[in-house]
């Protein structure tokens, strides 16, 4: 070997340890070159995409109910939506959780961690829209729950939005206004709730359905048929004194079908639990047995501004503290105020004196006379069940801020199973 052959050998060897080291290294690396992307854009004639691809636009809305009671279960419900021209790419929503309460579950399924919820919703076309709803639990007690919602793409800034909803027995609604009726249920089968009043072009924001038994021995079911559909009292269940049936308790219910209530029209009670059903004017019960139920419609619509407080606890005039209600945080501006009251057993046959007091009082005589109507002939000393508007404008000036409800006094035995205050703003 020439001195010239022996260099360029030394050579070869020198380059193979530098890319790598053996001979199969050597021959892979100087084979065929590798077909990059843009290689293979370029043979098929198609432009490659740009790294990061066309920007899109998206939109997070937030929604939930005005107001929910302690304990009860509700939903937030997220909409996201693609407001791009293009295709929005590995959306992901991040759900920051209220911090009081308790998750219950999500659509699509999710598991929170650290506070909030992580959901892959994966691509939106341009002009969908996907909803995500998450089941939370509120917590007992008075408080409001702030919860926000943020989304993210590949090709897209974060949009979000938030809702807070107060919780609590006595809950307050603002810039609304409210529709309430009811029906006698004492040995019947069925019952006709008729809703009206609500304008043309008003939206709906919470229903609930209140009613109450009265039994000897164990706890009557908690459950009602609303307008062909079971419903469980979520809201309140609440044990009290006698009606004076030879009934040794009471118990009143209540229960959200805000998904179940559209506006005006009439509402069908069936399957109340009754030992006694019958088409006469005879009130005598067999024990247990349904007096009524009311239906309270909370709805929003153009110029309408009430401050509205509502009690949906139970409670009978025979049991230590009456059926006392107060409500505080009352922002009365000097206009209309009323109060709504639901409850069983009044008769016409018997008076009682109620006093609402504010900054003076109104005394009302016998205003449970039973005077809610039924699906049969009235009962003789009235339909055992109530659900009257009281005028208290007169003792609500500007400035008032408490009321107090207490009573009734008298030789009736009564319930209430809800007080809603509608104060003008």
């Known amino acids: 070997m020439t001195s010239d052959q022996d260099g360029q050998q030394r050579a070869r060897i020198s380059r193979r340890k530098v890319l790598g080291g053996g001979a199969a290294a ?5 084979a065929a070159p590798a077909i990059t992307t843009l290689g293979r854009a370029a043979a098929t004639g198609s432009p490659p995409p740009p790294p990061n691809g066309d920007r899109t636009t998206l939109t997070v809305n937030k929604t939930g109910p005005a107001a929910v009671f302690s304990d009860q279960e509700f939903d937030f419900t997220i ?14 929503l991040v759900d920051v959780l209220p911090t009081e309460g308790s998750f219950v579950s999500s659509s699509p399924p999710g598991v929170p961690s650290g506070g909030s919820l992580t959901l892959a919703l994966g691509n939106l076309a341009p002009g969908a829209s996907t909803v995500v709803t998450v089941r939370w639990k509120a917590p007992s007690g008075e408080t409001t729950l702030n919860n926000s919602a943020m989304a993210s793409a590949d090709n897209a800034s974060p949009a979000s ?43 709906v924001t919470r229903a609930v359905l209140t009613w109450a038994l009265l039994y000897n021995g ?70 247990p047995t349904t007096d009524g139920a009311s239906l309270f419609v909370f709805y929003s619509a153009p110029g309408v501004n009430n401050q509205i407080l509502s009690d949906f606890s139970y409670s009978t005039n025979t049991a230590p503290g009456g059926n006392n209600r107060s409500f505080t945080g009352i922002t009365s501006t000097g206009g209309t105020a009323t109060v709504v009251m639901a ?39 009235g339909n055992l069940w109530d659900t009257d508007t009281f005028d208290v404008s007169s003792i609500m000036p500007a400035g008032t801020t408490s009321l107090n409800i207490s009573g009734p006094a008298g030789d009736d035995c009564v319930g209430l199973n809800a007080a809603v205050l509608v104060v003008q703003q």
């Open 26 to 30: 050597g021959v892979g690396l100087w």
């Open 161 to 203: 939005d938030g809702h807070s909803v107060p919780v609590g027995t006595r809950t307050a609604i603002t810039g609304a206004a409210i529709a309430a009726a009811g029906t006698g249920l004492r040995n019947r089968a069925s019952g006709d709730i008729v809703i009206g009043g609500i304008p043309a072009g008003a939206t």
């Open 79 to 92: 909409t996201v939506t693609n407001a791009g021209a293009v295709t929005a790419t590995n959306v992901q």
């Open 218 to 287: 164990p706890v009557p079911s908690n459950k009602i048929k609303f307008n062909g559909t079971q419903v469980t009292a979520d809201l309140t269940a609440t044990t009290s004194g006698t009606l004076c049936w030879g009934d040794g308790a009471t118990i009143g219910y209540a229960a959200d079908v805000t998904a179940l209530v559209s506006g005006n029209g009439t509402y069908e009670i069936t399957e109340p639990i009754n030992g006694t059903v019958n088409a006469s004017s005879n009130p005598s019960p067999v024990l």
């Open 343 to 381: 409850g069983p057993d009044g008769q016409n046959n018997f008076g009682e004196v109620i006093a609402i007091t504010a900054a003076g009082t109104l005394n009302f005589t016998n205003p449970w006379d039973g005077s809610d109507p039924n699906s049969g002939p009235d009962l003789s000393i």
